[in-house]
């Protein structure tokens, strides 16, 4: 079964786990949000892609939820003294991905292809592709500040800052990677990560060519709500809902995919909607869609490739 | 006094260390070779420039004889298991400096820029300029493995192939930073520091402009001979005399400096050359060059200073 899942950081990449133990081929392709790349001290980090190649490769930190297991952090007090900036953690084992990706990016090969290098070279079998080979910057519309680069908003900002609004700076000239759409077209089953919708997934819907890929696709479009009773598992997901105006919850979320999508998958706690067999015209099922350990991503994988 | 001293690396940096205690403020001027220099996975090393701040700043490590002290190594163990290069260690502290010099170069300055800031942002008193702005590559020619870029001889060969000779690529068309030579010419006086004269010194004196300065300068220009009883301190500075057809000794240095030498400081110790008063129509003055301790730094720049 070839199988297409979007997906941004921690939450999308635990499913994402669940599935490559499922499926253990490249007939799955993760394609990954890089509306959150940015360039740090002149290295290029990307956020999404390092989360779901570190989980994917059992190298994560599952405590901290972000980063490498055992990671230390030498290399910040040496920038500290030095009088770089500290308010984003670059880690020592980290930089090396950063590092070799700004190496290869500078002999012009491509993000994907630097992302096929590490997955490969990590034993990962899945397929993880980068939304765009060019870039994309998600920028946060703020109340209180402006225009808030994403990083500058997320880590700097601690999320604090009121949002009106999204840009995803460059997205009009992305190029989706070799491959990509045709995964989509291809494609048994498309997942919707339980990821941020406004900054994770939509970012990647916004890529010329994505979204109708999704409308047209034969392959029944499902997601898994990143909103269970009202608030997110993890991030800000809820507090962006209520900032807009909405009322955060699977509800919400099948609104913002209803062009595209055929299953919403919601936790089995949420008392809104876990009665419901529809939502909008959306078909409703119903699971343990939190994900605390690997046999939880493991088997909601499971589930999804079984509806 | 105003003072210039020319500068290899580990050796070189000892006596630095001593003219920067006694003379505290910035009229001491190093000029550091660059010549070793070269792009490590994209990160620009500049060995003896970053060897000098380290060690001016009280940062080196003196036991291991080259890096930051409490070094770690993180960072080499994740690039060794993404398929990078792991035969020259960039520690996770000393990684710091790179990313934070490819940032600034990227950005259009200039190394002689990036220098001075951290210098003093570590708070050296000493200015430390880089030989030239330019990229200029030691490439040692030996008769085992042909032409070898410095490193990949000196880090990755241990120095053991038999060399021939030494070419400075880039050097005809170096540039020396503002400043350099008005340095040598405001000079009261110049200091040869005991580093390697074919890799360290021979580099400098190459750069357009400095030999000739140092012809013409009308301070007194101080050596301390590299070599004490035949063999070098550290490093490979008596197994190159001997490849190259000379016996190492002070005398063999002195030959190499002639042109603008007026006094050969030699060790107490050196067998051969410590009852001569002339080398070669070149001063000889007796001091204890051997610097183990920082009280032995301090002392022989106290020496050569009183000369």
């Not at 030095?82 to 190496?103: P, S, Y």
């Not at 992305?174 to 498309?190: F, M, N, V, Y």
Request: hydrophobic share 45%.
């Amino acid at each position: 079964m070839k199988v297409v899942a979007l997906s941004g950081g921690v939450g999308g990449a635990k499913l994402a786990f669940g599935l490559n133990r499922m499926i253990a081929s490249d007939d799955l392709t993760i394609i990954a949000n890089t509306g959150d790349d940015f360039c740090h001290h002149g290295l290029p980090v990307s956020p999404d892609i390092d989360t779901l190649i570190y989980t994917l490769s059992g190298l994560n930190d599952d405590v901290r939820g972000w980063g490498l297991r055992d990671e230390t952090w030498a290399f910040m007090g040496a920038l500290e003294k030095l009088g770089g900036e500290t308010w984003f953690n670059l880690g020592d084992r980290d930089l090396a991905m950063h590092v070799l990706r700004r190496e290869a990016l500078d002999k012009g090969q491509s993000l994907s292809t630097v992302t096929e290098y590490f997955r490969r070279t990590l034993g990962i079998s899945a397929r993880i592709l980068p939304m765009s080979d060019t870039s994309v910057s998600t920028i946060v519309e703020t109340v209180e500040e402006g225009l808030l680069p994403f990083q500058r908003y997320f880590v700097q900002r601690q999320s604090l800052p009121k949002v009106t609004g999204f840009r995803f700076e460059g997205v009009a000239q992305a190029l989706p990677p070799s491959g990509l759409l045709t995964a989509i077209q291809k494609a048994d089953r498309i997942v919707i990560c339980p990821s941020n919708p406004f900054i994770s997934i939509d970012p990647i819907l916004a890529v010329p060519g994505i979204r109708h890929s999704l409308i047209e696709a034969s392959a029944p479009v499902i997601a898994i709500s990143p909103i269970v009773n009202g608030e997110a598992i993890k991030g800000p997901t809820a507090k962006m809902f209520r900032e807009l105006g909405f009322t955060p919850s699977p509800i919400a979320v099948a609104e913002k995919y209803k062009d595209f999508l055929n299953v919403m998958v919601i936790d089995e706690t949420d008392v809104e909607t876990s009665n419901m067999s529809k939502i909008n015209g959306v078909e409703v099922e119903v699971a343990q869609t939190i994900m605390r350990t690997d046999a939880d991503k493991v088997a909601l994988a499971e589930y999804i490739l079984r509806l």
